[in-house]
Antibody, heavy 119, light 109 residues
Framework: QVQLQQSGPGLVKPSQTLSLTCDIS??????????WNWIRQSPSRGLEWLGR?????????DYAVSVKSRITINPDTSKNQFSLQLNSVTPEDTAVYYC?????????WGQGTLVTVSS | EIVLTQSPGTLSLSPGERATLSCRAS???????LAWYQQKPGQAPRLLIY???SRATGIPDRFSGSGSGTDFTLTISRLEPEDFAVYYC??????????FGGGTKVEIK
């Protein structure tokens, strides 16, 4: 059974970078059949998929158009984890952020991190 | 982008009743790529149904999914107290790769 454990700060200042990490147990970030996603949830946007990283003989990333210019998702094979960086945040980026595993559907989720963008 | 519209927004029912939740897509969705989630307050969403009628591990058989094309349904045959929650549909397709509906809240009448 795949378990995901998120970590990272809950408060980020406007214009700075939001950084979160998701530790994977029960699977490998390098699995050829998995994908590792970041999703956020806010009252105004609902559930919004942000992007994913996955390995198919080489590493791939897909990002939502809404954040494509600001987002980076990176795998870390040495720690079996993946990370989210969202640059130039504004108060509109305030949300609960989740990491999740799955390709066509999301069968495993992290516990969620409320990230507030405020000075 | 495929938009998923869920209805009703809120469903008020009593334990033991049947719940029927709808998810309509703005374009045809492959049945294999439609999923349903349950979310309770303060928790992450939990995968219930995928494909669109296969139950995820540990999901009781009172939950069932059906549909094809642009119209999909989640049915809870007899509501248990723990089933009162918000339910989301989700599709996988071209960019953005995953999109979610706005949710249906099933509340106790």
């Amino acid at each position: 059974q795949v378990q995901l454990q998120q970590s990272g700060p809950g408060l980020v200042k406007p214009s700075q970078t939001l950084s979160l990490t998701c530790d994977i147990s029960g699977d490998s970030v390098s699995s050829n059949s998995a994908a590792w996603n970041w999703i956020r949830q806010s009252p105004s946007r609902g559930l919004e998929w942000l992007g994913r990283t996955y390995y198919r003989s080489k590493w791939y990333n897909d990002y939502a158009v809404s954040v494509k210019s600001r987002i980076t998702i990176n795998p870390d094979t040495s720690k079996n984890q993946f990370s989210l960086q969202l640059n130039s945040v504004t108060p509109e980026d305030t949300a609960v952020y989740y990491c999740a595993g799955g390709v066509y559907m999301l069968g495993s989720w992290g516990q969620g991190t409320l990230v507030t963008v405020s000075s | 982008e495929i938009v998923l519209t869920q209805s009703p927004g809120t469903l008020s029912l009593s334990p033991g009743e049947r719940a029927t939740l709808s998810c309509r897509a703005s374009q045809s969705v492959s049945s294999s790529y439609l999923a349903w989630y349950q979310q309770k307050p303060g928790q992450a969403p939990r995968l219930l149904i995928y494909g669109p009628s296969s139950r995820a591990t540990g999901i009781p058989d009172r939950f069932s999914g059906s549909g094809s094309g642009t119209d999909f349904t989640l049915t809870i045959s007899r509501l248990e107290p723990e089933d009162f929650a918000v339910y989301y549909c989700q599709q996988y397709g071209s960019s953005p790769w995953l999109t979610f509906g706005g949710g249906t809240k099933v509340e106790i009448k």
